[in-house]
Nanobody, 127 residues
Framework: QVQLVESGGGSVQAGGSLRLSCAASRYIYSTYCMGWFRRAPGKEREGVAIITNNGNTKYTDSVKGRFTISRDNAQNTLYLQMNSLQPEDTAMYYC?????????????????????WGQGTQVTVSS
């Protein structure tokens, strides 16, 4: 059963933009803390951005000023607007969620802090 479904990935040239979406399934009734992670080829999964139930956000340093995380009023859809994309942004992007409020572990991008994960959407940025 898929709990989160990502979409919006694709292939773009450096400097381009993409907007990722993540829709929560009916199996997730309360997503207080949500985030985006990514895994580049040959690297481990890393945190990208976090958003709280009330819309507070946190970004990893490498995407600050370029990426924007947001969520809809129903708190069941997550977005990631990615601008000024660079080749190093190439990765599989995953959305993640938990039914509790964001805490230190979430802001530190601990994978183990998010029990719900999507299957990912591929983002490829060419130079």
């Amino acid at each position: 059963q898929v709990q989160l479904v990502e979409s919006g990935g694709g292939s773009v040239q450096a400097g381009g933009s993409l907007r990722l979406s993540c829709a929560a399934s009916r199996y997730i009734y309360s997503t207080y803390c949500m985030g985006w992670f990514r895994r580049a080829p040959g690297k481990e999964r890393e945190g990208v951005a976090i958003i709280t139930n009330n819309g507070n956000t946190k970004y990893t340093d490498s995407v600050k000023g370029r990426f924007t995380i947001s969520r809809d009023n129903a708190q069941n859809t997550l977005y990631l607007q990615m601008n000024s994309l660079q080749p190093e942004d190439t990765a599989m992007y995953y959305c993640a969620a938990t039914t509790i409020r964001c805490a230190q572990a979430h802001y530190m991008f601990y994978v183990q802090a998010f029990p719900y994960w999507g299957q990912g959407t591929q983002v490829t940025v060419s130079s």
